[in-house]
C-alpha cells in the first residue's frame, strides 16, 4: 500500500494519462502508438525501453488482430512486466555476517535518510547495526546521522568535523568486531566536484575495508534522487568509474512522476536497484521487486 502511495504521481503520469488516451480513440492506429510512446518517456523510462515495448505491443496488436483501445492497457502492463522481470530482484548482500555496507552518493540524494531507513529494516529483522559517520566534510551530516541512529536505536561512530574519513570507517570497524555487530553501514562523503578528489577519499576508506575487515560481507550502495532524471544516470555513471558499486537505492519516488526511471538506470547501468524511498518516514524504503511495482503503477 505504501508502495502504491508512494508512486501515486507516476501512476498519474503514466496510467491516468493512458486512459484520457484510449477514451479519446475510436480504434487502434499508428497515432495512437505516437502517443503512448510520447508518455512513457515523458516517465522517463527511457527511449530504448519505451521503443521496445511500443515495438512488442504492435506485435501483439497485430497477432491478435486487436481493434479496441482499451484492449491495450492490460497487454502494455504485461509487456512491461516481462522486460522488467529481466532486472531479476537482488537482495542486499548482508550475508553472512558480518557485513559492511559503503554508502556513496552526493548530498542532499537522501543518504542520511536511507541509511537510517536500511538500519531501521535489518535491526527489525533482528540483526544488530552500527553506523559510522564517514562523511565527515560537514558536520550536519553527522548530526543527521547520529538523530537518526537515535530514532532507529543504534549506535554511530562518529569523530569531529573534518576528521579523516578513512579513520572513523577504521574504528568503526574496530568497533563493529569488538560488539559483534551484523551490520556496519558506513557514510561517505560525496563531493563530485572533483572525480580525482572522489577517488582518493572514496580509495581511501575502501582500501582501510579490505585491510581491516576482509571477512565482511561487503555491499556498495549508490544512492540516487528519482526526481533529477537524466541527472541521476549522469551521476551514476561517475561513481561507476570510480568506485565498484554493487547496488541502487533510488530515493524520492513518491516526489515524481517520471518513477519510469528506476527502469531507465537499471537497464543503463546494469546495476541492480535494490531499494526505492517512497517517503520521508522510517518505513518508506522498500525492496524493488519488478511487478509489485509494475502493479502498483497499473492496479
Ligand atoms: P543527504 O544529504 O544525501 O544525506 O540527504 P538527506 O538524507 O539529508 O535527505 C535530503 C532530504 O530528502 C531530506 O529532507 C529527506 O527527508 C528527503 N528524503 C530522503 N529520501 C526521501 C524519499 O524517499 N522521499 C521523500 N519524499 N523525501 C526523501
Known amino acids: 500500500k505504501r508502495l502504491k502511495e508512494g508512486l501515486s504521481k507516476t501512476k498519474k503520469g503514466i496510467t491516468d494519462k493512458i486512459d484520457v488516451l484510449i477514451k479519446s ?10 502517443e503512448l510512446e510520447e508518455i512513457l518517456i515523458g516517465a522517463d523510462i527511457g527511449v530504448s525501453t519505451t521503443m521496445e515495448v511500443i515495438e512488442e505491443l504492435k506485435d501483439t496488436v497485430k497477432e491478435r488482430k486487436l481493434v479496441e483501445p ?6 502494455l502492463q504485461e509487456k512491461l512486466t516481462i522486460i522488467l522481470n529481466e532486472l531479476s530482484f537482488t537482495a542486499l548482500n548482508v550475508e553472512p555476517s558480518p557485513s559492511i555496507i559503503l554508502v556513496v552518493g552526493v548530498n542532499g540524494v537522501g543518504k542520511t535518510t ?3 531507513k536500511i538500519a531501521h529494516k535489518l535491526k527489525k529483522q533482528g540483526k544488530k547495526v552500527v553506523l559510522a559517520a564517514g562523511d565527515t566534510f560537514r558536520a550536519a551530516a553527522i548530526d543527521q546521522l547520529k538523530i537518526w541512529g537515535d530514532r532507529v536505536g543504534v549506535d554511530v561512530i ?5 576528521s579523516d574519513p578513512a579513520a572513523v570507517v577504521y574504528d568503526a570497524i574496530q568497533a563493529a568486531k569488538a560488539r559483534n ?6 557514510d561517505t562523503a560525496g563531493r563530485l566536484h572533483n572525480k580525482k578528489n572522489l577517488m582518493n577519499e572514496l580509495g581511501k576508506v ?3 575495508v579490505e585491510r581491516e575487515f576482509p571477512e565482511a560481507s561487503k555491499e556498495v550502495l549508490l544512492v540516487l534522487d528519482a526526481t533529477t532524471g ?3 544516470i549522469q551521476q551514476a555513471k561517475t561513481f561507476k568509474e570510480v568506485a565498484n558499486i554493487s547496488g541502487l537505492v533510488l530515493t524520492k519516488l513518491d516526489g515524481t512522476a ?7 538506470i537499471s537497464k543503463e547501468l546494469n546495476i541492480p536497484v535494490k531499494l526505492i524511498g517512497v517517503g520521508e518516514k522510517m518505513e518508506d524504503l522498500q525492496e524493488f521487486h519488478s511487478n509489485t511495482f509494475v502493479k502498483a503503477l497499473f492496479g
Not at 158 to 162: F, I, L, M, Y
Not at 181 to 186: Q, S, T
Open 25 to 34: 480513440y475510436q480504434k487502434i492506429d499508428e497515432e495512437l502508438f505516437e
Open 70 to 75: 482499451q484492449e491495450i492497457k492490460e497487454i
Open 114 to 116: 536511507s541509511i537510517g
Open 158 to 162: 562518529k569523530h569531529q568535523e573534518g
Open 181 to 186: 555487530v551484523d551490520v556496519l553501514i558506513c
Open 206 to 208: 575502501f582500501k582501510v
Open 230 to 232: 537524466q541527472n541521476a
Open 258 to 264: 517520471k518513477g519510469g526511471i528506476v527502469i531507465a
